[in-house]
């Protein structure tokens, strides 16, 4: 007669039994014997493996009964563990559907209905049947509760993510403790700024305190916002959508003229950050945003420096911003801070891009430019800021025959280009030795005439 549990002539059973009796004579070989077996030992591993592997083939599987047709998953057509609803109403298991959107797509794959947003609400109705139906048929469901997706993000974190969008829209106190908590948020983990990707209004809600009234914001409230807008834009895939949100671009040019100096200089950040894309570059300089980026730099803050420096270089780089930044007074503001030895290096770089721009090499002209770029060649150790200023002295050269004097009382009393043109950069070289060929000849047409 069988033994309560075992079925009689089940070949798993059989096979069970007879691992076991080998299990038990090894196990008396082992500890009968003085010295230790080491084949004993992996035998006895390799048995209790194929013991643990019986086990698991003889416990009942979901995927062995028939479960209800709402149980089951319309894209792996097995048993949801975790199930969430898209916008279109539409029941998924939530590792399926995220793979679905994550490939870029925006429908829902069964009405193929385009989706409002991609938030996905877990369907609880649904997961309590799921669970009952497993507890009736003897089947252990796996817990979702802690369930964490390719960002690392549970359930509460969603669900904390849409209550601090909602008190956005609320009294002035909740939207100050919201909009600190999205700043922490978004700072400390990467997966909270996905989640605003996954939202059309997400950004807007996260706004609407400062795009309701700009003539009295609370200054504290201002900041954390625009933090947190200068978090979302490090995000790569939030870059086009953070800028092409209406009100966003015009909030942070607001921000870069009042606030606090935190403020201002995370405007700018956030401003440099979203200009990694050139569609963005230009919507920003069409937004007015240089000229303040301009008086930011011309005041000169410690905190704000490096920041703006960063915006105005990568914004620059198209030739409409080069000629905007030149009309609102970049090339004076940033020949006084260079003259200021102020953040030489950088705002160097920034001079070095604006003079191929015609307006720009007359101002620096004027300015007192050659001397000053002619001293930081024979002073400066940073082998960069000398190839920039002589790519600016070059293109000086070449547009303004008044300076040319300048130019060789300094080759004559310092042999300064010279000795760029021997050691510089490789670019350096080039310049400098244009420069050299562009006197020569000048000096032998004056001989010749």
Same mark, same amino acid.
């Given at each position: 007669?069988?033994?309560?549990?075992?079925?009689?002539?089940?070949?798993?059973?059989?096979?069970?039994?007879?691992?076991?009796?080998?299990?038990?004579?090894?196990?008396?070989?082992?500890?009968?014997?003085?010295?230790?077996?080491?084949?004993?030992?992996?035998?006895?591993?390799?048995?209790?493996?194929?013991?643990?592997?019986?086990?698991?083939?003889?416990?009942?599987?979901?995927?062995?009964?028939?479960?209800?047709?709402?149980?089951?998953?319309?894209?792996?057509?097995?048993?949801?563990?975790?199930?969430?609803?898209?916008?279109?109403?539409?029941?998924?298991?939530?590792?399926?559907?995220?793979?679905?959107?994550?490939?870029?797509?925006?429908?829902?794959?069964?009405?193929?209905?385009?989706?409002?947003?991609?938030?996905?609400?877990?369907?609880?109705?649904?997961?309590?049947?799921?669970?009952?139906?497993?507890?009736?048929?003897?089947?252990?469901?796996?817990?979702?509760?802690?369930?964490?997706?390719?960002?690392?993000?549970?359930?509460?974190?969603?669900?904390?993510?849409?209550?601090?969008?909602?008190?956005?829209?609320?009294?002035?106190?909740?939207?100050?403790? &919201?909009?600190?908590?999205?700043?922490?948020?978004?700072?400390?983990?990467?997966?909270?700024?996905?989640?605003?990707?996954?939202?059309?209004?997400?950004?807007?809600?996260?706004?609407?305190?400062?795009?309701?009234?700009?003539?009295?914001?609370?200054?504290?409230?201002?900041?954390?916002?625009?933090?947190?807008?200068?978090?979302?834009?490090?995000?790569?895939?939030?870059?086009?959508?953070?800028?092409?949100?209406?009100?966003?671009?015009?909030?942070?040019?607001?921000?870069?003229?009042?606030?606090?100096?935190?403020?201002?200089?995370?405007?700018?950040?956030?401003?440099?950050?979203?200009?990694?894309?050139?569609?963005?570059?230009?919507?920003?300089?069409?937004?007015?945003?240089?000229?303040?980026?301009?008086?930011?730099?011309?005041?000169?803050?410690?905190?704000?420096?490096?920041?703006? &420096?960063?915006?105005?270089?990568?914004?620059?780089?198209?030739?409409?911003?080069?000629?905007?930044?030149?009309?609102?007074?970049?090339?004076?503001?940033?020949?006084?801070?260079?003259?200021?030895?102020?953040?030489?290096?950088?705002?160097? &770089?920034?001079?070095?891009?604006?003079?191929? $721009?015609?307006?720009?090499?007359?101002?620096?002209?004027?300015?007192?430019?050659?001397?000053?770029?002619?001293?930081?060649?024979?002073?400066?150790?940073?082998?960069?800021?000398?190839?920039?200023?002589?790519?600016?002295?070059?293109?000086?050269?070449?547009?303004?025959?008044?300076?040319?004097?300048?130019?060789?009382?300094?080759?004559?009393?310092?042999?300064?280009?010279?000795?760029?043109?021997?050691?510089?950069?490789?670019?350096?070289?080039?310049?400098?030795?244009?420069?050299?060929?562009?006197? $020569?000849?000048?000096?032998?047409?004056?001989?010749?005439?």
């Amino acid at each position: 007669m069988a033994k309560t549990g075992v079925v009689e002539g089940d070949p798993l059973t059989v096979k069970e039994i007879e691992l076991k009796r080998e299990l038990q004579r090894l196990v008396k070989a082992i500890l009968s014997q003085e010295e230790i077996n080491v084949d004993a030992i992996d035998k006895t591993q390799q048995i209790l493996l194929a013991l643990k592997e019986l086990k698991i083939k003889r416990s009942p599987s979901s995927l062995d009964l028939p479960f209800p047709d709402e149980f089951r998953c319309p894209l792996s057509k097995q048993l949801m563990t975790d199930p969430v609803m898209l916008a279109s109403g539409q029941t998924y298991d939530r590792p399926f559907i995220q793979k679905w959107l994550k490939a870029g797509n925006r429908t829902c794959p069964q009405t193929q209905q385009v989706l409002s947003h991609t938030i996905l609400t877990p369907n609880h109705l649904i997961r309590n049947m799921i669970s009952q139906w497993c507890k009736n048929n003897g089947i252990q469901m796996p817990d979702s509760v802690q369930y964490l997706n390719d960002e690392g993000l549970t359930e509460a974190d969603r669900d904390l993510f849409l209550s601090l969008l909602k008190k956005m829209s609320s009294t002035l106190s909740d939207q100050k403790v &919201a909009a600190r908590e999205l700043r922490l948020l978004t700072k400390k983990m990467p997966s909270f700024r996905s989640l605003f990707g996954e939202s059309t209004d997400a950004i807007p809600q996260l706004v609407r305190p400062l795009s309701q009234s700009n003539s009295n914001v609370n200054p504290n409230l201002q900041e954390d916002i625009i933090t947190t807008l200068l978090n979302l834009s490090i995000h790569d895939n939030n870059k086009k959508l953070v800028a092409e949100t209406p009100k966003v671009i015009p909030l942070l040019v607001e921000a870069l003229r009042s606030g606090t100096i935190e403020t201002r200089s995370n405007a700018a950040a956030a401003l440099f950050t979203l200009s990694a894309l050139d569609s963005n570059k230009e919507l920003i300089g069409k937004s007015g945003a240089l000229k303040p980026l301009v008086e930011l730099l011309d005041e000169g803050n410690p905190v704000a420096m490096k920041d703006v &420096a960063s915006a105005l270089f990568s914004l620059c780089i198209i030739q409409d911003n080069k000629a905007r930044a030149v009309r609102d007074g970049a090339v004076r503001a940033i020949l006084k801070k260079i003259m200021s030895n102020v953040h030489v290096d950088e705002l160097l &770089a920034i001079l070095a891009m604006l003079s191929n $721009n015609q307006k720009a090499v007359e101002e620096m002209g004027d300015l007192g430019a050659v001397t000053c770029l002619l001293n930081i060649i024979r002073e400066s150790s940073c082998g960069r800021s000398k190839e920039n200023c002589i790519a600016v002295l070059y293109t000086i050269c070449y547009s303004d025959r008044t300076k040319w004097k300048t130019l060789r009382d300094e080759e004559k009393t310092y042999g300064t280009i010279s000795q760029l043109a021997q050691n510089g950069t490789a670019r350096a070289k080039r310049k400098a030795n244009g420069i050299l060929d562009r006197l $020569n000849r000048a000096i032998n047409l004056t001989h010749t005439a």
